[in-house]
């Protein structure tokens, strides 16, 4: 990736606080992580973040490409 001193999207991270059950949650994809969370909470930012990056593959473009204010238009757009 070419650095051309505008600040641009590197991945996405998914964080659940609401785990009680003591088990360790990890999700990885290319573009995205999801760790821990209850199974519930864990399964909706799994979701969101397939959302998300189903929206950017669709674009044509990748994640990289889209810089900070691009990328929450994106989002916006979606919820």
Known sequence: MKR???SRVVGLLGVGFDHQD??????QAD?????MG??????ELQKIC???DE??????RVLSDYTPEEFM???AQLY
């Not at 003591?22 to 999700?27: A, F, H, K, Q």
């Open 50 to 52: 397939n959302r998300i």
């Open 55 to 60: 929206a950017v593959v669709s674009s044509g």
């Open 38 to 43: 209850s199974k519930e909470s864990h399964t």
């Open 73 to 75: 238009e994106l989002v």
């Open 22 to 27: 003591g088990l360790v949650r990890i999700t």
């Open 4 to 6: 051309t001193g505008q």
């Open 31 to 35: 573009d995205y992580k999801v760790l």
